[in-house]
């Protein structure tokens, strides 16, 4: 039977565990820290010196721990590209946005056990000789921006923050920044200029790597919440022990946010690719199947922007034979393990790992018509295949949706959607917000060509429909009663 498996979220939901620092020393709480602060210079079998920081560098990249905040980037990779000769004082940023629709794990983390994150934060900077670091915070959550103030005040009165930490002689403070609630603020660069003070206007890479030219053009780490708890649990066990959990490549576990039309939507902490989507859909201990009398009708696997995966619909994914050899197996969409590796193999991603689960009662037009809307009004604007096509997406979505629809409308969408990506913008968004039209249409195109089809047949026949009648044609209408 799959069951949950709590490392991140240990303590979060146990009853009496409170966010403050007395209740997280009583856990067991920065002793991480303290076995990171006490790590001695090392003498490797070629005779050269490795420092403590180098060696939680290297314990990080063993571990193969990749980013929690969307992409799956390895962290010890992204780490390793840190300009530490610039002679540039280097930042790191926690990324709390946590702004894709369907996504609600940071907040958790934040509000229930946020000393885990400030710990995961303080060992993360001292490996990468970081002695400033921001924590940005979504504008929406002014809750968790308080508490988190709270405790860096807490554990400054510990001496786990500020000057000279536990008596080491490292320095590290850290301060907590409120966005002003946009979607775009998530995107690393479009932060990093946030927190500069501008609009968060994305930066185009090259040259805008921020481990190179990141916050005040200095080198600068940004890691997602809970990529930055996992450090501390990295620190505690070792990372070859963090590397057995989970699956080859997609180590670790992963906090799931499931939302959607199952009985028990919520979070769940999983061993990564050790659960199958059709699981943690229908498992008692995860959603706990559809509400009665209902099938499945399609899941977004990765928080909105994922491509959406229709039910019953079937992938080859590569796998070991009997004979050790790779045989590519047909696997049902229920049947993929929750990981990234099996889900970008599936034409999708596990994103910022937030399921959405749709029953046969969605109007699946009208499902990706809320979500082109976001997007449309989420787009900072700057490139045209963005700014543009994001609102022509949403604008035939909306006349789709309202009765004035045409047939042609699916493929005028995917024209669209096509021609944003790829190289046309300059922020992954353009991809955000053309994935959901490329594959929603793709896989229920019959229900967006028989909308506009329907609504063409009507207004042919002298119809008005009553949502969309301007002024006179509503009075017409008045009169006809
Ligand atoms: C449009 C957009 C929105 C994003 N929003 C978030 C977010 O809310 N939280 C987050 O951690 N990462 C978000 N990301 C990913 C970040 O740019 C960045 O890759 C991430 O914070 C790196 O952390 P990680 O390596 O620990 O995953 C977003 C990316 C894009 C393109
Ligand atoms: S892709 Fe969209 S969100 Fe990203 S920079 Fe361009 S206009 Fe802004």
Redesign the pocket.
Known sequence: MPQQYKLVLKYADQPGYTPDIECYLRHGGYEVLKKALAFQPKTLPDGKTQSPQEQIRQDVMTSGL????????S?GL?WSFVDRKSGKPIYL?C??????PG?FK?RQIIHKDPHQLLEGTIISCFANDVHLAYIYI?GEMPDGAKLLNKVLAEARAKHFLGKNILGTGYDLEIYIHRGAGA?????????IESLEGKRPY?RIKPPYFPAVLGLWMCPTI???????CDVKHIVAMGGAEFAKLGTPNNTGTRIVSLSGHVKRPGYYEIETGKVTIGQLINDPAFGGGLRPGRSLKAVIPGGS?AKVFKAGEKFKLKRKGPDGKEILQEVDMLDLPYDFDSLIAAGSMSG?SAIIVMDDSTDIVTALANIAEFYAH?SCGQCTPCREGSLWMSKALHRLTHGEGRASDADYLVKIADNIPGGRTI???G??CSWPVQSFVAKFKDEFVAKGAADEARRAKGHIEPKTATPSERQKLATAH
Not at 95 to 100: F, I, K, L, T, V
Not at 222 to 228: D, K, Q, R, S, Y
């Open positions: 990749r980013g929690r905040g969307g992409a799956g980037f962290c992204k940023i990324n709390a946005d946590e702004s894709e996504t940071d979504r979607y775009i603020c998530g995107e690393e660069t479009g932060l994305p940004v890691n997602n919440v809970e990529t930055l922007s910022s989420e922020c992954a968004f991809e955000a």
